[in-house]
């Protein structure tokens, strides 16, 4: 099945997530890329807005389709000379042709050439209801909205955690839902290893994404915090940490390993020293990154913050690199300074890496990084799999 992706703020590390996910991934403007997959459920997908599935037949002959009663439409146009007017105009033809073939149409209105996700979401056109559509327009062709990302979700379970903390900064849902994406497709009920859980929202993410979970952190306060966090999510969601797959089911290694078949485990751990348990099917977390900043740092500060995020980041893919098996996905966000002339300092490790035995997967990171306009501190992914 072909599907259209809306990208999301960052459009390189979208397309990231979704080449590491899919086959066929195009990019066809800054902000669409399309691909194949058998399915995609966007709740899943960190970095896309919107997913939409080519329709194979014309808007209209779709439509007609729909179960009797009321048809509520929107259209948005992502064509090259698209405008307000442009789609306006196409789901008004749109209406007044099923309206003769006798059904009742509501048509959702934006100012612009495209629905918002909000609007969408609020006009209950995210793809779930059999009589509501957002259709797309890109020039000759047309896509069905299955998906739009529920930015309140995000957001609830962000912010209802039990236990938060704003200096070790907070990890954006989303950004970790990338994390874990950029890993690979991974088998179901892969375990999810993050050695810096802090308050442990890739973990949170890992288990809402049906995998199991496991969290070591320097700090004892910080374990305590991602184990509350992860007993309340779990509490909340019964499903989390489960398997949920269509896909045939691989008889699991953990399942038998796993201390009172929890779908996590936390302790405290140096990930530059820590013996893990096995297994470790993959590795997605945010390394540390050294101190908050609320402006660009002096040229000696920065160095030493680079010295002391490096030796904690490279000595822990160091102990790593023993314990995990040949071709293990390891995914690492790293910190990047904002400097005072706009551009951004990195750690400069690849090479160190890729002597400890990992292939870097994207060596020319230009693209990979996740910052916002008002953080000093960015953070530079790095895609890594053991040789
Ligand atoms: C940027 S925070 C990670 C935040 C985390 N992603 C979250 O969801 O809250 C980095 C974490 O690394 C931990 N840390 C620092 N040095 C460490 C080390 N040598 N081994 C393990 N954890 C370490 C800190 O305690 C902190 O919790």
């Known amino acids: 099945m072909k599907y259209l992706a809306v990208l999301g ?43 939409a599935e080519e329709l194979n037949e014309k808007p209209l002959d779709f439509l007609q389709n729909a179960p009797d ?85 995000y957001t609830k379970r962000d912010q209802a955690r039990p236990a938060r903390d704003a200096k070790v900064g907070m990890l954006p849902p989303k950004l970790a839902q990338i994390l874990i994406n950029l890993c690979g497709p991974l088998p179901a009920g892969s375990r999810i290893l993050d050695p810096f859980c802090g308050t442990g929202v890739v973990l949170q993410e890992a288990l809402l994404m049906g995998y199991s979970a496991y969290g070591t952190d320097l700090s004892e306060k910080m374990v305590d915090y991602t184990k509350r966090n992860l007993e309340w999510l779990v509490r909340g969601n019964p499903e989390a940490g489960k398997p949920r797959t269509s896909a ?86 790293t910190p990047a300074w904002l400097r005072p002339n706009g551009t951004y300092s990195r750690l400069e490790i690849v090479d160190e890496i890729e002597n400890m035995g990992y292939n870097v997967m994207n060596k020319s990171r230009e693209g990979l990084l996740y910052h916002r306009d008002d953080q000093i501190v960015a953070r530079d992914i790095i895609i890594l799999r053991k040789k």
């Open 9 to 51: 703020r960052q459009p390189e590390i979208s397309l990231a997530e979704l080449e590491a996910l899919f086959s066929d991934v195009k990019q066809i403007s800054k902000s669409l890329a399309t691909f194949t997959a058998e399915s995609v459920d966007i709740n899943r997908l960190g970095g896309s807005i919107k997913i």
């Open 69 to 153: 009663g009321k048809i509520t439409i929107g259209v948005s146009d992502y064509s090259k000379n698209a405008s307000a007017r442009s789609a306006k105009t196409e789901a008004l033809k749109l209406k007044q042709i099923l309206v003769r073939h006798g059904r009742s149409v509501r048509v959702v209105e934006s100012r612009d050439a495209i629905l918002s996700t909000a609007t969408s979401l609020h006009n209950g056109l995210s793809g779930k209801n059999e009589r509501k559509f957002e259709l797309i327009k890109l020039d000759n062709d047309w896509f069905r909205v299955v998906g739009v990302q529920d930015i309140d979700a």
């Open 248 to 333: 045939p089911r691989p008889c699991r290694r953990d399942e038998a390993t796993r201390p009172e078949n929890k779908p996590f485990q936390v302790s405290i751990g140096d990930a530059t020293s820590f013996q893990w348990e096995q297994p470790i099917d993959a590795v997605a977390c945010e390394g540390y990154l050294g101190a908050p900043m609320s402006q660009a740092p002096a040229e000696i500060k920065l160095k030493e913050q680079k010295q002391e995020c490096g030796s904690i980041i490279l000595g822990f893919l160091k102990n790593l690199a023993g314990q995990i098996e040949p071709k293990t996905p390891v995914v690492i966000a």
